[in-house]
Every structure is written in C-alpha cells, then in structure tokens.
C-alpha cells in the first residue's frame, strides 16, 4: 500500500507525502471529505460511535485523526478521554480549535504522531477507531498490528472506509463521478492538485469488503465484521482483541 501520490517526489515515501499534502489542503479538508462522500460521512460516523458505544469503553483513540470530526462524536460514548493522533499538524490545529469551541479539552487530547508506530503502551485503551484514513497508511498491516497492540483485551477496533460501490447502476455512477465530477469539484475547493487526484485513486487501491476484513485477520483480531453503508459507497469494519 505504498503508492507514490501523483505529481509528487517519488524519492519521498509515501507517509512523507500524506502529511504534506494533507498539511497543504487542511484548511479544505472537512468541505473536501463531505464532497467525497456526497455529503453523507456525517451520517457514516454517527454509526461508528453507535458501534463503539455499545462497548462502553473508558480510553478510546482516533488514529489519523484528521481535523478530529469523529474524536469529537466519540464524545456521545461517554468515554472519559478520547486521545487523536495524526500526522498533519496543520489537520490537527484546526480540530484543536473545535475542540476548544466545543470545550471538551478536558475529554479530548490530539497530537502529532505515526499510525505506524503508536506511542502508547500495550492494552492502553478499550476501543479504536480510524475513520477515511486506513488507506493512507504506507503500511497498512502495521498500522492495523499497532492499533491491535494498544487494545486491552476484548477492546474494539472500528474501521470507516470508502470502498467502490459493486452493483449496477451504482457502481458506473460513482465510476462516472470520480472520473469525471470529482476532479472538477477538486479544483474548486483545493489548490492543491493531489489532493482531487489522491483520493479516488485511494480508494480504487484500497483492498475492501472480504479483503481488509482477512488483513485485519491477519494482523490479530477476531470476530471481524462489515457493514456495507449507502450502496456500497463505504464500509464499517469492526474486529476484536
């Protein structure tokens, strides 16, 4: 999974790339995300926080945590602290001000740091969530092995994904919309060229359904579910320790 970004230094790795372009377009990011997932991502992480809270965890961590929207909605779990963890610093200064708009300092702690190589002790939390950030681990089976390092045992990992909808006519629609509608709209709200150009192919590379479901297997975790979510447009993964 580790693809080089487009127009970009192929001498960098991919890890070194995400945080940059994601640096670059941060300010976009959160318009950008709802454009992607037609406006619907909302809806996708209320049913992530459903999920975890059915497992009334106390420590949850968010990794890649982006401007912190799903840390934020973790809050409604009534964990009593709630840890982000991101790359992009420039992602993170901007959930650091919705947290603080929202005054849940208190319950939620972002930092800068690697899915790769999480600085938290072994069964340090009881759930961890990723949300549209899985694919851009330049390891994805080290990130998962990390996020499966950190859960104290029968913890709950839940993984929100897009994926590429399988059935006719969905499938050739969206097909027709990453193609041809999301470049365009890409331009209008970024300046960054990656960034409109990234994020579909992301998500064509990205291994889905059964596929991460068997990675996730693979790197520990048991019970592993899915739940296919809005035709097929995205998927909540769900294993435990």
């Known amino acids: 999974m580790a693809t080089v970004l487009p127009n970009s230094n192929n001498s960098d790795s991919k890890k070194v790339q995400v945080e940059g ?10 318009l950008l995300n709802h454009t992607l997932s037609l406006n619907i991502d909302k809806i996708w992480r209320r049913k ?3 999920i975890v809270g059915k497992y009334a965890p106390t420590r949850v961590l968010d990794v890649a945590t982006g401007t912190a929207d799903l840390a934020i909605a973790l809050t409604k779990t009534q964990a009593k602290q709630i840890v982000g963890i991101d790359l992009s610093e420039n992602m993170l200064a901007i959930g650091r001000e919705k947290v603080a708009k929202r005054g849940l300092q208190n319950i939620i702690g972002l930092q800068k740091g690697d899915a790769e190589n999480l ?26 092995k990390q996020m499966h390092r950190i859960l104290a045992k029968d913890g709950v990992c ?3 994904e897009f994926t590429m909808p399988r059935r006719f006519p969905v499938k050739q629609l969206y097909k027709f ?3 041809y509608i999301l470049p365009v709209i890409g331009r209008m709200v ?8 990234y994020l579909p192919e992301s998500v064509q590379a990205f291994p889905q359904y059964d596929n991460f479901a068997d990675i996730m297997l693979r790197c520990g975790f048991s019970n592993v579910t899915y739940k296919v979510l809005s035709m097929g447009i995205a998927a909540i993964y769900i294993g435990r320790k």
């Open 21 to 30: 372009m994601f640096d670059s377009i941060a300010t976009h990011y959160d």
């Open 48 to 50: 992530v926080v459903k």
């Open 119 to 144: 600085p938290f002790a072994d069964g340090e939390f009881d759930a961890t969530t990723v949300s549209f950030g899985a694919r851009n681990f330049e390891n994805l089976e080290a990130g998962l």
């Open 158 to 160: 839940v993984v929100l």
């Open 177 to 179: 919309y990453f193609k």
């Open 190 to 197: 970024s300046n960054d060229d990656r960034a409109y150009t």
